[in-house]
């Protein structure tokens, strides 16, 4: 988790990156459930973004089997991108 401004927002970030020897083995999605539910039982945040490069389709993935949704794009750090937000009203416990 990181803090992040977008659009002259604050928002804390929850990303991933793995080795390419990792990917596709289930480990992002599960590191990233734990670090949700983490960020909003203990931590008590209200919400969590994922800021996503459009032709990154496995990180998108993750982001939604998380429980994001992506409604908007943005221009961050001169890259357009996907932002994907979770609220946690709407998170159901990983199990």
Avoid: C
């Avoid at 969590?48 to 994001?68: F, Q, Y």
């Avoid at 949704?69 to 937000?85: D, K």
Wanted: hydrophobic letters at 45%; zero cysteines; glycine letters at 8%.
């Amino acid at each position: 988790m990181i803090n992040q401004e977008i659009d002259e927002h604050k928002h804390v970030e929850l990303g991933y990156r793995l080795a390419t020897a990792y990917w596709g083995k289930g480990l992002a999605t599960e590191a990233s459930l734990a670090i949700r539910d983490y960020a909003f039982e203990m931590l008590g945040l209200d919400d969590l973004i994922s800021i996503i490069d459009p032709k990154n389709v496995r990180s998108a993935g993750v982001a939604l089997k998380v429980g994001m949704t992506s409604n908007r794009g943005a221009i961050f750090h001169g890259q357009h991108v996907q932002i994907y937000e979770l609220n946690r009203l709407v998170v159901k416990p990983y199990m």
